[in-house]
């Protein structure tokens, strides 16, 4: 869309813009197109007294409230600083101000705030204009703002000085205030115009009740100064009077009065005049609704409410005048709220059925056919005949079927127009084939019989290079012959008979005399009369559709209109392009095709009328809304006049214009965000940022593209920076909502186009805050971060104790094993060795004792020294037993069961599973010690006759199941001994468990794990 504005508007030096006001030929009256805008559609009350163009948005004072509109929907302002609800006039300032004249006070808004005050609030002065009846307000070009007031006088307001200056001498018959191109002021009264003069702060009268050719009983109620030193007065009784201003005096140039002319006005009852930017004069009436003057052909149109026409003035009584800035006319009524005339919009001419005046107006809204010849427009109709249009005069004649005249048209649907080359038009009617002389104004009928075929005719094309006319139609393809006027068969064109019979649509003879049939259900063929060849285009040529629309020729390509869209065709039925809804078309039913000056195409489609531009590939489609007669069109129904001006026949009349004059709109208009509702609670859509509670996380917003011009077609894009990845494109649809916003900072932005698709890039944003819970707060984080801490911390001292009462338990242990294997390594000495070196000792000392003999005591003595060394060996081998080191844990526990069996006191069985060869050495002499200690037991305690020892190693675990059948022992009354301590002792060492079970008389097991992970 933007690239279409940019060819626009690229082109906008080459084109002859003018502004052409959509009218409906055939009315009584040309009409300009007004929008209406009354109480139904939100108005706060229907008396439109003024409106004003503030901060993007219209602002329109009512009998009953401020209301501020933005094309949408309307926010009414009641009470509050406005003292009366009752707003009679409205200004925008160059400040930013909005000043609202109400019958009981003068009240300014702030557009950074929004806020009404009364004006001494405002400007912190007081004055009597806060309860005055506020008449007119007036901006000069100086910025100064003139305030009428209904019996309070006339002041003026200084914005450079912020001060009021009155000038109380004016009585209440204040009515109206203009000023002149050379900034002179002109101030109305009910009797009198004055002029004031800026040096000497002045009003000198001008005495136009004094001259000759102004009523004395008149009563003025609208001043206007225009270019050249004219000046409009337009008066309650006498109509409107254009004078000239020259030195004080005046001199009247035209008086219009009440009149049908365009040198008249509506009604002599004026009560509003205004000149718009292109220089026209808005004449504002009592009961004859609005008189349009133009500058150029010094003529008037008049714009009154009409019946039969919607799209009139909606009330004939005319409160104020208004333009905004995007030109846009605003109308206030008496009752009928507002109208607004877009000069942008509705650029199409119409032409439609006037029933008011049938015989001066378009026959029958349902066009099938335009076709231009000579001076004339000639248009065939579903029911009404025939009708012939001039463009120049605007004038209308119809034909129509009259019975018993038998030159008159024979019947009323008329489907096709052609001509010949004596200058007669031949017609496809639904009753068959006729001719039309232009110059006798009669009608001649070829009807065949029903048998023949050649009725309900669609189409008809004099074929040039043979002095014949084809007809086609529902009952397929017929020929006449224009010199015989007799209907020929195909014997002599025998490739056409096999098509003879289809639905023919239209039929199109090209520059090189080939001739181009379009079917309903049969799609395209071409007939060429040098080859005598008949070309079905179909799927094998690219066309596969088969109901054709519409045919045109353009240079040396044919643009085929499909109900599947445009094919496009070289002379050698090549297939260069297609179009349809993939590349922007709004409906891929095609009617018809034309191309303009500029090398553009217009195609009429389903939905409205498209324009395409083949080196862009970019479209544009009109619709009604844009004042088309209809969205839908009909079939091969175009016409384009030498003029460039295009008409597309449709379904409720026919659309016309130029293309060079149709306006784009390059207004840029301001974005602004009219709501925000958050939860259930509505905020100022004024605000800039938000600061929010955690549970206020669903926001919605509503926002507006304030462009005045065919709004439905303004789109949006929007994003909230901190959510959106991207932006989101979202229509036409003006609402954004976000559900269960996380806390955080975020950004809300809003862009929007106008309907041409121009965008405003800064667009409106408001920032937000949403607060975190108390548990999401960062003071709240912090101390759970040094309760986390601390936690961590005792962890880590608890463990650190648990290890180090771990560690201490184990030396406990240790030491305690320890000390029980000194005390029995000192027992085994002192018993063993001790005894036996006591012995020697006493030996020894019978050295020399003549009664032992010595060979006895020798012998003694060194049987006592070998058995302590034996001792002692035993000694050292049991602290470190010698095959545990090289043979392992398994080899040295079968070694010390094979000397335990050798006695014949008990048995000891030993059942090693999965032993690994090697094991930790801390492992290997621990459990070896515990299984020495309890066979030790078992010898000294025990009394057992059979110890089975299972020794199992499964999954980094070791596990020893001693079992014996001795005596037992009570295990909750047995404290246990050393030996059984230093089995707990070793055990712990280790990390491991032991399990005790033993009941007295029945043995004991005694069950021992060690973990090796």
Known sequence: MNRFIWIVLNLLPFFSFGQQAHQTVGSSTSQLVFEHYSQGDGLSQGSGYASAHFDGFMWLGTQDGLNRFDQNEFKVYKDGALNSNYIQTLLNDQQGHLWIGTSRGLAICNQSTFRIQKFSDFFGKTSPLDYASVRQLYRCRDGSVWILTDGNGLHRYNPKGKSTESFPHFSNKLSDITEGKGGEIYIATDDDVFRFESKTRRFSSLHIKSTSWFPESSTIRAVLATEGNRLWVGTYEHGLYLCTQVAGSLSLVSHFQEGSAETDISSNEITRLMQDSKGKVWVGTRTGGVSLYSPVNKGFLHLTHTGENPNSLAENYVLSFAEDVQNNIWVGLSGGGFDKFDPGRYQFGLIRKNDAKPTASLSDNMVFKIYGFGNYLYFGTQTGGLTRYDPVSKVFKVYKNEPGNPGSLPHNEVYDITSDESGKLWLALGKGLCRFDPVTQRFESFFQSRESGSVYLYASQVIKSRNEVWAGGQRGLNRFDIQTKKWLSWDDLPAMKPISKYVIRLIYEDSESNIWLGTTGQGLFRYSFKTGILTHVNKAFGLDCANI??????????????????????????????????????????????????????????????????????????????????????????????????????????????????????????????????????????????????????????????????????????????????????????????????????????????????????????????????????????????????????????????????????????????????????????????????????????????????????????????TSMDEIRRLIQDMHPQNLKQLGLECAIDDMVTVLNLGVRFTVTFKPVNIPARLPETVEINVFRIIQELLHNAVKHANALHVVLDLRYHQQRLTLIYTDDGTGFDTTKFAGGNGLLNIRNRAALLKGDVQVRSVPGTGTTIRVDVGLG
């Open 549 to 866: 629309r519409s045919i045109f020729e353009d240079d040396s390509s044919f643009w085929i209109g499909t109900d599947c869209g445009v094919y496009v065709f070289d002379q050698k039925l090549k297939l260069k392009d297609r179009l349809d809804s993939r590349d922007g078309l709004p409906n891929n039913v095609v009617y018809g095709i034309l191309k303009s000056a500029d090398g553009h195409y217009w195609l009429s489609t389903n939905e409205g009328i498209t324009y395409w531009s083949s080196s862009e590939r970019i479209c544009k489609t009109f619709r009604i809304s844009d004042g088309l007669q209809s969205n839908e069109f009909n079939t091969n129904c175009m016409y384009k006049a030498q003029d460039g001006t295009m008409y597309f026949g449709g379904v409720n009349g026919i659309s016309y214009f130029k293309p060079r004059a149709l306006q784009p709109n390059t207004f840029v208009p301001p974005v602004r965000i009219t709501k925000i509702t958050v939860q259930d609670s509505v905020f100022a859509p004024e605000v800039r940022e938000m600061n929010l509670f955690h549970h206020q996380n669903f926001i919605n917003f509503e926002f507006v593209a304030l462009n005045f011009s065919d709004h439905q077609k303004n789109e949006y894009r929007y994003r909230m920076e901190g959510i959106d990845a991207k932006w989101i494109n979202a229509g036409t649809k003006r609402a954004a909502n976000y559900t269960n916003l996380p806390p955080g900072n975020y950004v809300f932005r809003v862009t929007g186009s106008n309907n041409d698709g121009l965008w405003n890039k800064e667009g409106a944003m408001v920032k937000i805050y949403i607060q975190p819970p108390w548990w999401g707060t960062g003071w709240f984080r912090l101390s759970l971060i040094l309760l986390l801490i601390s936690g961590i911390y005792g962890l880590l001292r608890y463990r650190l104790t648990i290890r180090l009462r771990q560690r201490e338990a184990e030396i406990k242990a240790s030491l305690m094993t320890q000390e029980a294997e000194r005390q029995r390594f000192s027992r085994e000495l002192h018993d063993g060795v001790g005894a036996n070196l006591s012995l020697l000792k006493m030996y020894l000392s019978s050295f020399g004792n003549e009664q032992i003999p010595m060979t006895e005591l020798k012998e003694r003595s060194q049987k006592l020294l070998a």
